[in-house]
């Protein structure tokens, strides 16, 4: 039955047969070891990364029979193929109870019973919330706020509607020019639209500045970390996000800019319209879709690529960790910022890289289960995770 779903060749009853048969199966080794024993059967890939995804997809979409809450990621490893790995970790979590090791002689993975382990420190994922900070300074936790209105701003009323923040536009103004700032901590992330009717999603750990009424010739942001933006047209009014000392310029369009200080790179993707990338020392680099400009922060140097993947660039606004080729380091950033941790590494950070998705509702436990398959190892003390050799 999984070598027939795995081949696209199971019909929806027998799909349904063995759903049933992994939530009901009474022997939950011998439901891996017939796993295992079923994709060791494959020939080997030889690195075909379409293919290794198809096999992970449809890993992946089994296990959500099971526990649609669980997408695990897969590490690369160069001893044992990674297919093999990919789609084993996905369905072994669905089972559970069971740990999946090499044994030390024949390289083979095993399935034996888990050790017992300490109870690790419960961190749970980030949700949605930020912080408004009015024109007067004043601030709103949005948080815990239900629908309805939440201030009166120069120009327009705030609203919170379907858990996204809008501005409306008010009756009385004094034609004074007043901001609002949108900002959300680590493990929080928001959606605002703009008085403009620009849609705007925030990553963890980021910030937009903006007028609550769009009243002069430009409309101008400010953006720090990372956002996604589908920009209202207005040809009369170029919209524009300042970066710092850079900035993007827009007709109308969707974007992800990623800005955070302490990543290397200042990268801007492009998925429908144009925009144009310039620096504070006159660079500049029109985009079309599926093009990326990444601007060094440390030696200030301007590149381009069209072969980027948009997908996994916009991954963590549609609730997803997309590790595609991704290294340790940066790896971990993300999870500190979604997961509100400290991370710190006692050593040198191993040169290692991850692939694959997971979704981000997920407890960080469960998550470093799965990156522990790539021979790092973490230890979390309080909301201080540890990396290890």
């Known amino acids: 039955m999984i070598q027939r779903y795995t081949n696209d060749a199971a ?216 956002a996604y933006f589908e920009v209202a047209k207005d040809v009369a009014h170029p919209f524009k996000v300042r970066l710092g000392k850079t900035q993007i310029d827009v007709l109308g369009t969707h974007f992800n800019v990623n800005a955070y200080s302490n990543e290397p790179a200042i990268a801007t993707t492009l998925l429908e319209g144009s925009v144009r990338f310039s620096t504070g020392d006159g660079k500049s680099q029109l985009l079309k879709p599926g093009e990326q400009t990444r601007f060094d922060q440390a030696t200030q140097a301007l590149t381009w690529t069209d072969s980027v993947k948009v997908s996994s660039v916009v991954a963590w606004k549609n609730g997803i960790f997309d590790f595609n080729n991704m290294g340790l380091r940066e790896a971990m950033q993300q999870l500190e910022r979604w997961y509100d941790i400290d991370v710190k590494y006692e050593k040198k950070a191993p040169k290692i890289s991850f692939y694959g998705k997971m979704t981000k509702n997920i407890q960080l436990a469960d998550l470093l289960t799965i990156l522990e398959r790539s021979k790092v190892h973490f230890q979390v003390e309080g909301r201080t995770l540890i990396v290890k050799p």
């Open 11 to 226: 019909t929806p009853a027998e799909q349904k047969e063995l759903s049933d048969f992994i939530a009901d199966s009474p022997n939950d080794e011998l439901f891996t070891e017939a796993l295992m024993e079923q994709m060791e059967r494959y020939p080997s890939m030889d690195g075909d990364v379409r293919t290794f995804e198809g096999m992970a997809d449809k890993a992946l979409l089994l296990s959500r029979l099971n526990r649609p809450e669980t997408l695990p990621a897969m590490p690369r490893r160069s001893y044992i193929q990674p297919w093999v790995w990919a789609a084993a970790c996905a369905l072994v979590l669905v089972i559970g109870g069971v740990y999946l090791g090499r044994h030390p002689k024949s390289g083979h993975a095993v399935v034996d019973a888990a050790p017992p382990k300490p109870a690790p420190t419960v961190i749970s994922p980030g949700k949605n919330g930020a912080i408004l900070t009015l024109s007067d300074g004043s601030t709103i936790a949005l948080d815990s706020l239900g629908n309805g209105k939440v201030a009166s701003q120069q120009g327009s009323d705030v609203f919170i509607r379907q858990g996204k923040l809008t501005y409306a536009a008010a009756s009385a103004t004094s034609g004074e020019v007043a901001y609002n700032t949108l900002s959300t901590p680590k493990g929080r992330q928001y959606h605002i639209q703009l008085p403009d009717g620009t849609e705007v999603w925030l990553n963890a750990a980021s910030s937009i500045h903006y007028p609550t009424l769009f009243s002069s010739a430009d409309r101008v942001v400010d953006v720090t970390g990372e």
